[in-house]
């Protein structure tokens, strides 16, 4: 029997909305080399928020680990995957800020999408409550995006902290805790 990896997409997604929250919080952040922390959150979202996640996706499909909700979790797990890497590659080498934003709103269309089934499948707590913060910090990173203006940079870390401690509820029993 296969191993259930979901843990460790869990963790990824735990590890990379914590430094980003925390960060754009301004917690630990006085004093930092802004281009390093920046370089830095890229590397995060790639290795933990990417490919663990892409990892946890494609062991869904190949295994059907979930049973009846693999291709529906393989599928959440292998966007969000993708979502990190070019995340972290926009950290890393820059771009265009309101075309992540307009990357933003199609995540977020998509987002919905998963929030839907998740309540239509009965996965309420915690992932559908989980999709639900998803939903509005996708939501609020496209004006954060488009203007700038420091409380939607808040809002969005309140809302990658609260992500993350729902998260926990995910990971723990995957962990068999």
Same mark, same amino acid.
């Given at each position: /029997?296969?191993? *259930?990896?979901?843990?460790? #997409? $869990? =963790? ?9 929250? %925390?960060?754009?919080?301004?917690? +630990? ?12 959150? #890229?590397?995060?979202?790639? &290795? ?18 979930? +049973?009846? *909700?693999?291709?529906? %979790? ?7 995957? /993708? =979502? ?6 926009? @950290?890393?080498?820059? #771009? ?6 307009? =990357? =933003? ?16 499948? +009965? ?8 999709? $639900? ?5 996708? &939501? ?7 203007? #700038?203006?420091?409380? @939607?940079?808040?809002?969005? +870390?309140?809302? *990658? ?8 509820? %995910?990971?723990?029993?995957? %962990?068999?805790?």
């Amino acid at each position: /029997m296969p191993v *259930n990896p979901e843990a460790i #997409g $869990v =963790f990824g997604l735990f590890a990379t909305v914590m430094c980003f929250g %925390l960060e754009q919080l301004g917690v +630990g952040v006085e004093g930092a080399d802004h281009e390093k922390m920046t370089r830095s959150l #890229g590397y995060i979202a790639i &290795f933990f928020g990417g490919f663990t996640q892409l990892f946890t996706s494609v062991c869904m499909y190949l295994f059907t680990i979930a +049973g009846d *909700n693999s291709i529906y %979790l393989g599928t959440i797990f292998g966007f969000f995957g /993708m =979502f990190w890497v070019l995340v972290g590659f926009f @950290f890393i080498k820059g #771009g265009d800020k309101k075309v992540m934003a307009h =990357f =933003f709103l199609c995540g977020l269309i998509l987002a919905l999408a998963f929030t839907y089934m998740a309540f239509q499948k +009965g996965l309420v707590w915690p992932l559908g409550i989980d999709l $639900v913060v998803i939903d509005i910090l996708l &939501f609020v990173l496209i004006p954060g995006w488009y203007t #700038g203006k420091p409380i @939607f940079t808040k809002i969005a +870390g309140l809302c *990658n902290v609260i992500i993350g401690l729902i998260s926990l509820f %995910l990971l723990f029993p995957a %962990l068999g805790i």
